[in-house]
């Protein structure tokens, strides 16, 4: 429809525009925020797990946008002009049609570069979360969480029941 038969409708014209709309929110309050506040804290804690796990569930999502716009599948739609679009664009041969094609290898490296810049900040907040006692408060919150489970079965700490 804007390209005239290149391929992109109003639909993936519409999803892009969400896409870059939400995206710079939402990465100011999943990461930036996120990274910010635990990286304010000294204390290992259950708000410093907290926090953690809220930028690495974020991270998770982060990681498989990224790598869905690196490939592109053309079954969703034009919207994300991955290595499919690339490789479809260049090899229709006509000028436009490679015109596109090279714009979506820009978009592909420019997500690449992306990709892996976030794989770095992820391992460098991975490093400092274990450095941190991160790990050491997820183990003692686990072994709490089974404890209060244990007792609130009625098989321990005198929970339980006397048959006779």
Same mark, same amino acid.
């Given at each position: 429809?804007?390209?005239?038969?290149?391929?992109?409708?109003?639909?993936?014209?519409?999803?892009?525009?969400?896409?870059?709309?939400?995206?710079?929110?939402?990465?100011?309050?999943?990461?930036?925020?996120?990274?910010?506040?635990?990286?304010?804290?000294?204390?290992?804690?259950?708000?410093?797990? =907290? *926090?953690?796990? %809220? $930028?690495?569930?974020?991270? @998770?999502?982060?990681? +498989?946008?990224?790598?869905?716009?690196? #490939?592109?599948?053309?079954?969703?739609?034009?919207?994300?002009?991955?290595?499919?679009?690339?490789?479809?664009?260049?090899?229709?041969?006509?000028?436009?049609?490679?015109?596109?094609?090279?714009?979506?290898?820009?978009?592909?490296?420019?997500?690449?570069?992306?990709?892996?810049?976030?794989?770095?900040?992820?391992? =460098? *907040?991975?490093? %400092? $979360?274990?450095?941190?006692? @991160?790990?050491?408060? +997820?183990?003692?919150?686990?072994?709490? #969480?089974?404890?209060?489970?244990?007792?609130?079965?009625?098989?321990?700490?005198?929970?339980?029941?006397?048959?006779?």
């Amino acid at each position: 429809m804007f390209f005239g038969g290149a391929g992109a409708g109003a639909s993936d014209w519409f999803m892009a525009t969400v896409f870059m709309l939400s995206g710079v929110p939402l990465s100011w309050w999943a990461w930036y925020r996120g990274l910010y506040s635990v990286s304010q804290k000294t204390q290992p804690g259950f708000f410093l797990t =907290a *926090a953690y796990g %809220r $930028f690495f569930f974020n991270f @998770g999502f982060h990681i +498989l946008m990224a790598a869905w716009m690196i #490939a592109g599948l053309p079954a969703v739609g034009d919207m994300c002009a991955g290595i499919f679009t690339v490789f479809g664009r260049l090899t229709a041969g006509t000028g436009f049609s490679t015109f596109l094609g090279f714009c979506a290898l820009i978009n592909v490296a420019v997500w690449s570069t992306v990709l892996a810049l976030s794989l770095w900040v992820g391992g =460098a *907040a991975l490093n %400092r $979360f274990s450095d941190g006692g @991160g790990v050491a408060e +997820l183990r003692r919150g686990r072994d709490a #969480a089974a404890a209060v489970a244990h007792v609130g079965s009625g098989t321990g700490a005198g929970g339980g029941s006397s048959q006779r």
